[in-house]
């Protein structure tokens, strides 16, 4: 079933999905925010390689914000948006939601601002391809229940 448009799940599909595990935990039990963040850097660099063609870089994180922690059990999906694009950089809004094992129940955990810039074979920055419908990650269409 598709979300109501009064939903404030993402739209589209997670560019990740994974299941937090004990070996993700910090010493308080909780699920550590560096291996989220590191799940969000992954999550922004499959879109930016994806629309810049290639190789990229992270060169800066921005007003990443945690508001819930997340636990062992929990499945986290990383949503991610490319917001603007320079001659050599991506901006992409990154937003993690967690779903509590065995239920329904979503809520946002982190979002930000991840920046990228497309790489050549030299690591050195390269202008980004002309922009194609599609550049993002798809996202397929909304199914209905039969």
């Known amino acids: 079933m598709c979300p109501s448009s009064e939903s404030v799940l993402p739209q589209g599909i997670p560019t990740i999905r994974v299941v937090a595990m004990p070996t993700d935990t910090n010493p308080a039990g909780d699920v550590f925010g560096g291996w989220i963040m590191s799940q969000m850097d992954l ?3 499959t879109t ?3 629309r810049a063609n290639g190789r990229c870089a992270t060169v800066a994180i921005n007003s990443l914000v945690f508001l819930e922690p997340v636990v062992v059990g929990d ?3 990383i949503y991610t948006n490319i917001t603007r ?3 050599t950089s991506l901006h992409i809004h990154v937003q993690t939601w967690r779903r509590a094992r065995h239920t329904h129940i979503t809520s946002k955990v982190t979002e930000g601002e991840f920046i990228f810039v497309a790489l050549d074979e030299k690591r050195k920055p390269r202008p980004l391809p002309p922009a194609q419908p599609g550049d993002e990650l798809p996202a397929p269409p909304c199914q209905q229940d039969a």
């Open 85 to 87: 694009t320079g001659r």
């Open 48 to 50: 930016a390689a994806f």
């Open 75 to 77: 499945e986290v999906s």
């Open 43 to 45: 999550a922004a660099g």
